[in-house]
């Protein structure tokens, strides 16, 4: 049996971060590759992945001849491999999980496009917009929603999916702009959330390593 998880840079793949995360806490055994996604290295290393994954990109995890991309399609790989406690068992809240992780995906994940992943982990921080200060704003009363309405200590409840799909904008968006009082169930969350052993594992080592300035973060 080999299963190899392809993954990027801990402080620039956060798509990379979901799917590690999602295998660790389901205790799945894989060995895992970084890739080295930074420019200029980045094209030709993202090509050598091309020859096995159609995308061209990271994660992906090849378990023996199955090679399954897209940092979503991996997630529910791995919750299936285990135990499948990452998704809520309550049909219905199962739903409303996958589509908040659906909604992250394909839009959600695009607000305050300038704070990227890479720069959750910069010592100095820019100046943030009107705009940016309001749609993160516009976020924390989105998780608050959810949080007061499923009342349990993360998102749905109990730790989902829905929770590590998200925690990429939470490191973005806190490390920015920390979370006004009147969020108390986000402020919570988060906490709970960064300090997941497995969160801290994958943190403690992107703090380590030389940021990643990417292009423009200054002056927008
Ligand atoms: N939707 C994909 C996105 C993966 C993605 O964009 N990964 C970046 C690194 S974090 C990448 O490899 N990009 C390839 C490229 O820029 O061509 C997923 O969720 O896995």
Redesign the pocket.
């Known amino acids: 049996m080999t299963r190899i998880l392809y993954t990027?840079n801990r402080n620039?793949?956060?798509?990379?971060f979901?799917?590690w995360l999602a295998l660790r806490e389901q205790n799945i055994e894989f060995k895992e590759v970084i890739?080295d996604?930074r420019r200029p290295q980045?094209?030709q290393n993202?090509a050598e992945?091309g020859k096995f994954s159609p995308?061209?990109?990271?994660?992906?995890l090849v378990d023996d001849d199955s090679v399954i991309?897209?940092?979503?399609?991996?997630m529910e790989y791995a919750n299936e491999l285990g135990d499948g406690s990452l998704l809520p068992q309550d049909l219905k809240l199962r739903a409303q999980a996958r589509s908040l992780v659906a909604w992250q995906?394909s839009t959600l994940g695009k607000v305050c496009a300038c704070l990227s992943?890479e720069s959750a982990f910069y010592k100095k921080k820019k100046q943030l917009t009107a705009n940016e200060i309001h749609d993160a704003k516009w976020i924390y009363s989105l998780w608050e929603q959810y949080l007061t309405k499923n009342l349990g200590e993360y998102l749905f409840g109990d730790f989902s999916l829905a929770d590590i799909t998200i925690l990429p904008t939470v490191l973005r968006l806190k490390s920015h702009l920390p979370v006004p009082d009147d969020f108390p169930h986000v402020i919570i969350w988060m906490d709970k959330l960064i300090n997941r052993p497995h969160v801290q594992e994958w943190l403690s080592e992107a703090y380590k390593l030389d940021p990643i300035y990417c292009e423009g973060y200054y002056s927008s």
């Open positions: 990027g620039a793949s956060s798509w990379a979901r799917a890739v996604i980045r094209w993202l992945i995308p061209a990109a990271v994660p992906v991309y897209d940092s979503v399609a991996i995906h992943f």
